[in-house]
């Protein structure tokens, strides 16, 4: 079962979806196998065993005129960035397509807070938004066949991090030393829908320090002080 | 003293899979799980397993293993395969029916022949550690199963037990999977982004089984379905046996470890009870799909369990009066038992 809130992506919808997320795992359903949210529509796995079609979309559509009292307030982090060379195969390429600096482009990322609309893809790959129109780019026409993990990423009004190492698309601008995700951590998935996200940039050697502690997601600390 | 079986070779694609991981699709997680969970239901049924147990996964060609303890009871059913003790002496050895091998016995699971795969359940299950509540491999993430990873020569498969227990074997005489075609799909959720020709050719018209096979998913070739609407949608949640579309025009469906959101429109969703017959059709297999309701999907499904019922009635009764009834066979075609220890096939021990 699907619950569409609309066809584009903006924070408006998204925001129903998220609503509608949290309002659903509250009613703790054994019918309910997964739920996913997307930008802008929440998909309920649902065991048809336990309940028919018809019944669930009876006792869904009774919570959704009152969502706004589930709206999730979401959570503050800083994500250390390092944009050096050898870690952004694209920087360059990036730079030079919007016809700006490297610095340039550091700037624009790191200076804007994103909104994580939701996580697919690959496990805890969040897609975070929206990016400064000054570098939006279409996806690669070519995607890499192998995007190391932790890569920082963008594409079109998107950012992400690659959690995993994978093929994929997007232009690799950076990468960070912490984990997204931690099949041992509960949650497994650092990020969530209605988080908002800071990119800190931290130099390489900063990087390596980081990268050495390898510490997993249940050691990450959301920021007490909103950025935002 | 450590029970497990050794890979000798890994086969193509050997892992372990149990009926899948919920509750973390939210985050990315796919379900994984057997392709074919049919076929690992029977498995795990015929070595006295509950269903849900993790198994392995044989994908075209399988492993040769060695058993490393006192004793282990082994089923394998899905699609055939020769499987043949190497060692001592070579012996064949069934399918779709249990058996006992021990210590030393080194055996194998040739290519199997008229399906994609086939599974090999183990009395009592393998010990092994679950990632987020479920034993299933996801390679991708490098979790679930053994080490994240399908089997390589040389490791060690951990046993629950040391031994065989003390009972009959089991044989289900009709060595056929529920399930037959055509493959039922029903339209939606974004039907509206194809050409009502679309739908007509997808229903009407014959798609075979291309290369382009894995866990993930499987590409069609065949009549190409027209876009009304362009081929990129805002990406949301994707069900198992999902038809997306991308821009050639060629369907792809998203089978176990299917990514949990994607950016293409699906035409269709294949229904659940039909998801095992599609995922165990090999390259080249021909398919056609008919068009089905809600309604019949769920109708599908309840049958589908009735008929695991009904085999589990078929092996307790065979189990505990040790006799082979030929009326419920004929009428019920499902199980019968007993191989039992003055078999011939297990006289060389």
């Given at each position: 079962m699907v619950v569409e809130f609309g066809e584009e992506i903006d924070l408006h919808t998204n925001r129903k979806v998220t609503a509608l997320h949290a309002a659903v795992s509250a009613l703790e359903l054994a019918s309910i196998t997964d739920l996913v949210p997307t930008f802008r529509s929440l998909a309920i796995h649902y065991d048809p065993d336990i309940v028919p079609f018809a019944e669930l979309e009876i006792e869904l559509r009774a919570i959704l005129p009152d969502l706004s009292s589930h709206s999730f307030s979401g959570r503050d982090w800083s994500i250390p960035a390092c944009y050096d060379l050898d870690l952004s195969p694209d920087l360059q390429a990036v730079a030079d397509s919007c016809s700006l600096s490297i610095e340039q482009v550091i700037r624009c990322h790191s200076g804007a807070t994103y909104h994580v609309y939701m996580v697919g893809f690959l496990p805890g790959y969040p897609y975070l938004g929206?990016?400064?129109?000054?570098i939006a780019l279409p996806r690669k026409i070519t995607p890499s066949l192998r995007i190391p993990a932790r890569s920082i990423a963008i594409a079109e009004r998107m950012t992400a991090v690659y959690p995993i190492e994978s093929p994929g698309g997007w232009h690799v601008i950076g990468r960070t030393p912490?984990?997204?995700?931690?099949?041992?951590?509960?949650?497994?998935?650092l990020l969530a829908p209605g988080d908002r996200v800071r990119f800190s940039p931290v130099t390489r050697h900063e990087y390596d320090r980081l990268s050495k502690n390898d510490s997993g997601v249940d050691d990450a600390q959301p920021n007490k002080n909103p950025a935002t | 003293m450590i029970s497990t079986l050794r890979v000798h070779k890994p086969g193509l694609h050997t892992t372990i899979q149990d009926l899948g991981r919920y509750g973390l699709q939210s985050m990315g997680v796919p379900v994984s799980g057997a392709l074919d969970s049919s076929a690992l239901r029977i498995a795990n049924l015929l070595v006295g397993n509950e269903p849900t147990t993790a198994a392995l996964e044989v994908l075209a060609a399988g492993p040769t293993l060695e058993v490393n303890t006192e004793s282990v009871r082994i089923a394998v059913a899905g699609g055939n395969a020769l499987i043949e003790r190497l060692s001592p002496y070579p012996r064949r050895l069934p399918t779709f029916e249990s058996f006992c091998l021990h210590r030393g016995d080194v055996f194998c699971i040739g290519p199997v022949t008229d399906m994609a795969m086939t599974y090999l359940a183990v009395e009592g299950g393998f010990d092994l550690p679950t990632a987020m509540g479920s034993h299933s491999t996801y390679t991708r993430g490098g979790f679930g199963g053994f080490k994240g990873r399908q089997l390589a020569s040389d490791d060690e498969l951990s046993l629950i037990l040391p031994a065989a227990t003390d009972r009959d074997e089991l044989r289900f005489v009709e060595r056929t999977l529920p399930g037959e075609p055509p493959i039922r799909v029903i339209p939606g959720p974004q039907a509206d982004f194809f050409t009502a020709a679309a739908l007509d050719t997808l229903f009407s018209r014959e798609y075979t089984v291309s290369a382009a096979v894995d866990r993930m998913g499987m590409r069609l070739n065949g009549p190409q379905l027209e876009h009304a609407r362009g081929f990129n949608i805002t990406s949301d949640g994707t069900a198992p046996g999902s038809i997306q579309v991308p821009g050639d025009g060629l369907p792809i469906v998203l089978l176990a470890d299917r990514q949990t959101t994607g950016g293409y429109p699906k035409i269709g969703c294949v229904i659940s009870a039909d998801l095992p017959t599609l995922a165990r059709l090999r390259p080249g297999s021909t398919i056609r799909f008919s068009k089905s309701t809600l309604e019949q999907a769920t109708e599908a499904r309840r049958e589908r369990e009735n008929w695991f019922a009904r085999f589990l009635d078929q092996i307790k009764r065979a189990g505990t009066?040790?006799?082979?009834?030929p009326t419920a066979l004929q009428t019920q075609n499902l199980v019968s038992g007993v191989v039992g220890p003055d078999d011939p096939a297990d006289s060389d021990r």
């Amino acid at each position: 079962m699907v619950v569409e809130f609309g066809e584009e992506i903006d924070l408006h919808t998204n925001r129903k979806v998220t609503a509608l997320h949290a309002a659903v795992s509250a009613l703790e359903l054994a019918s309910i196998t997964d739920l996913v949210p997307t930008f802008r529509s929440l998909a309920i796995h649902y065991d048809p065993d336990i309940v028919p079609f018809a019944e669930l979309e009876i006792e869904l559509r009774a919570i959704l005129p009152d969502l706004s009292s589930h709206s999730f307030s979401g959570r503050d982090w800083s994500i250390p960035a390092c944009y050096d060379l050898d870690l952004s195969p694209d920087l360059q390429a990036v730079a030079d397509s919007c016809s700006l600096s490297i610095e340039q482009v550091i700037r624009c990322h790191s200076g804007a807070t994103y909104h994580v609309y939701m996580v697919g893809f690959l496990p805890g790959y969040p897609y975070l938004g929206d990016l400064a129109a000054e570098i939006a780019l279409p996806r690669k026409i070519t995607p890499s066949l192998r995007i190391p993990a932790r890569s920082i990423a963008i594409a079109e009004r998107m950012t992400a991090v690659y959690p995993i190492e994978s093929p994929g698309g997007w232009h690799v601008i950076g990468r960070t030393p912490m984990r997204l995700f931690d099949e041992t951590a509960t949650p497994p998935a650092l990020l969530a829908p209605g988080d908002r996200v800071r990119f800190s940039p931290v130099t390489r050697h900063e990087y390596d320090r980081l990268s050495k502690n390898d510490s997993g997601v249940d050691d990450a600390q959301p920021n007490k002080n909103p950025a935002t | 003293m450590i029970s497990t079986l050794r890979v000798h070779k890994p086969g193509l694609h050997t892992t372990i899979q149990d009926l899948g991981r919920y509750g973390l699709q939210s985050m990315g997680v796919p379900v994984s799980g057997a392709l074919d969970s049919s076929a690992l239901r029977i498995a795990n049924l015929l070595v006295g397993n509950e269903p849900t147990t993790a198994a392995l996964e044989v994908l075209a060609a399988g492993p040769t293993l060695e058993v490393n303890t006192e004793s282990v009871r082994i089923a394998v059913a899905g699609g055939n395969a020769l499987i043949e003790r190497l060692s001592p002496y070579p012996r064949r050895l069934p399918t779709f029916e249990s058996f006992c091998l021990h210590r030393g016995d080194v055996f194998c699971i040739g290519p199997v022949t008229d399906m994609a795969m086939t599974y090999l359940a183990v009395e009592g299950g393998f010990d092994l550690p679950t990632a987020m509540g479920s034993h299933s491999t996801y390679t991708r993430g490098g979790f679930g199963g053994f080490k994240g990873r399908q089997l390589a020569s040389d490791d060690e498969l951990s046993l629950i037990l040391p031994a065989a227990t003390d009972r009959d074997e089991l044989r289900f005489v009709e060595r056929t999977l529920p399930g037959e075609p055509p493959i039922r799909v029903i339209p939606g959720p974004q039907a509206d982004f194809f050409t009502a020709a679309a739908l007509d050719t997808l229903f009407s018209r014959e798609y075979t089984v291309s290369a382009a096979v894995d866990r993930m998913g499987m590409r069609l070739n065949g009549p190409q379905l027209e876009h009304a609407r362009g081929f990129n949608i805002t990406s949301d949640g994707t069900a198992p046996g999902s038809i997306q579309v991308p821009g050639d025009g060629l369907p792809i469906v998203l089978l176990a470890d299917r990514q949990t959101t994607g950016g293409y429109p699906k035409i269709g969703c294949v229904i659940s009870a039909d998801l095992p017959t599609l995922a165990r059709l090999r390259p080249g297999s021909t398919i056609r799909f008919s068009k089905s309701t809600l309604e019949q999907a769920t109708e599908a499904r309840r049958e589908r369990e009735n008929w695991f019922a009904r085999f589990l009635d078929q092996i307790k009764r065979a189990g505990t009066s040790g006799i082979i009834d030929p009326t419920a066979l004929q009428t019920q075609n499902l199980v019968s038992g007993v191989v039992g220890p003055d078999d011939p096939a297990d006289s060389d021990r």
